[in-house]
């Protein structure tokens, strides 16, 4: 990668095999052809077999899988140096699974970067759950980062305004990348335009909820050039590439 080249970061929880899940996985096909990111981390793909083949008609170079049952994984165009797994201690007493947090380190041909993609509790009413995770989450980034540049991308379950995302926007600093880019901007990615989120109706409200902050501006990341919603739009028979909508951030 030149000093010139850019770097493209989309994220997207894929909705495990629900609903009509291959017509799905078409439209996300073709989204990532289309966006042609160059890390993808991808929340909600348990099935290893099924990664393999994402891996392989997507066309992308490099699948990292964290090993734990944790749905997390990464696509990348840039070589893995290192990754590692945390499975979180602070459990949601209304959840009969953990929570985790995946850590892929790539050689991006300029400077290595330190990507972390997780997926935190989902019920409205557990922003303290959420909060002690991120405080996990937190604590592994600086463990596994130390002065790389990093990038927290996922599926926070929680609004712009909840503790979590302010504690990582207002107080450590780290930078919302659609915010930066989309002052004042919605960008719903649980959008009950999507019938698969407006079924959830009585349980989620709308927000986005999916999220790509970076720590600082720094070697590759120095340059926010755009950051939007993506996988938004249905097939013409009606169906969505997901319930959620992804998010991209392209940088240069």
Not at 105 to 111: A, G, I, L, N, P
Request: net charge neutral; with cysteine.
């Amino acid at each position: 990668m030149s000093i010139e080249a850019t770097m493209k970061i989309l994220t997207l929880n894929t909705w495990q095999e629900r609903g009509p899940w291959r017509e799905r996985w078409d439209l996300i096909f073709r989204g990532l052809a289309e966006y042609q990111a160059d890390v993808v981390g991808l929340q909600e793909v348990f099935n290893m077999d099924w990664a393999e083949e994402v891996k392989r008609r997507s066309g992308y170079p490099y699948l990292a899988a964290s090993g734990e049952h944790s749905g997390l994984i990464f696509l990348s165009k840039f070589k893995p140096v290192e990754q590692a797994c945390l499975v979180m201690k602070t459990k949601s007493p209304t959840e009969d699974y953990l929570r985790y947090a995946f850590y892929l380190r790539v050689d991006s041909k300029f400077q290595d970067v330190a990507f972390f993609n997780t997926h935190l509790s989902w019920s409205a009413g557990e922003n303290e759950m959420r909060m002690k995770q991120t405080l996990e989450l937190e604590t592994f980034v600086n463990q596994k980062s130390v002065n790389l540049p990093a990038v927290i991308l996922g599926d926070f379950n929680g609004g712009a305004s909840t503790p979590p995302v302010v504690y990582l926007r207002e107080i450590r600093k780290w930078i919302d990348t659609f915010y930066v880019k989309n002052p004042g901007a919605l960008g719903l990615t649980w959008d009950y335009r999507n019938p698969y989120a407006e079924a959830e109706r009585e349980k989620m409200a709308e927000r986005r909820i999916d999220y790509i902050f970076i720590r600082e501006r720094t070697g590759p990341l120095e340059k926010i050039k755009s950051s939007a919603v993506v996988f938004k739009q249905p097939s013409p028979q009606g169906v969505f590439p997901s319930d959620h909508f992804g998010v991209m951030t392209e940088f240069s």
